[in-house]
């Protein structure tokens, strides 16, 4: 794959994981306390934790293909 469009898919990418992190962060905080919004938003592993224990699947399950997407990218693209 050309260098210049795995750069451009991951930095696509990176931005899906982050706006799926960041909402989901935000609808932790409105759903539960505003203290686990905060903590899954500063520190990353707890949003998906937080959002299954608020029964947020759907969200918790797009976090988790965002940053396996990410992640798998970024060893292709350091290949």
């Known amino acids: 794959m050309r260098p210049v469009i795995l750069f451009a898919i991951l930095v696509v ?10 909402a989901l962060s935000f609808r932790i905080a409105r759903k539960g306390p505003v203290w686990q919004g905060a903590a899954a938003f500063f520190v990353p592993p707890l949003a998906p ?31």
């Open 13 to 22: 990418t990176f931005a899906l994981f982050f706006t799926i992190h960041g």
């Open 49 to 79: 934790y937080f959002a299954f224990r608020l029964k947020m699947l759907p969200g918790a399950i797009a976090w988790l293909v965002a940053l396996v997407l990410y992640a798998t990218l970024l060893v292709l693209a350091n290949r």
